[in-house]
């Protein structure tokens, strides 16, 4: 049975940091490629970041690119996400997700292409 569990959400101002962690057991971590979403209230889930499976390879949504950092560690079966330079706007829930491959297929990430989730974490981001 596969489980993903993420942690390291809060609530910060604008301008600070946060690191998201995300571990997944029940399978085999370093054959897929890994994810982060997140979706903010009334609005779709959107894509942030994805990893492919041996950390090579990265993408990232505009909103992030520069301030966000993805980053695995296959030994710890650990995926994360430093957040810096946080906005209002990246107030969400954040999930992790494993993809159905071992590759990222580009900075637009489909949902469908992932197909195990975690609970999310909260970021509360205060101006």
């Known amino acids: 049975q596969v489980q993903v569990v993420e942690t390291g959400g809060g609530l910060v101002q604008a301008g600070g940091s946060l690191r998201l962690s995300c571990t997944a057991s029940g399978l085999t971590f370093d054959d897929y490629a890994m994810a982060w979403f997140r979706q903010a209230p009334g609005k779709e889930r959107e894509g942030v970041s994805c990893v492919s499976w041996n950390g090579v390879r990265t993408t990232y949504a505009d909103a992030v690119k520069g301030r966000f950092t993805i980053s695995r560690d296959n030994a710890k079966n650990t995926l994360s996400l430093q957040m810096n330079d946080l906005e209002p706007e990246d107030t969400a829930m954040y999930y992790c997700?494993?993809?159905?491959?071992?590759?990222?297929?580009?900075?637009?990430?489909?949902?469908?292409?992932?197909?195990?989730w975690g609970q999310g974490t909260q970021v509360t981001v205060s101006s």
């Open positions: 997700a494993v993809s159905r491959s071992d590759y990222c297929s580009g900075s637009w990430l489909i949902i469908a292409d992932f197909n195990y």
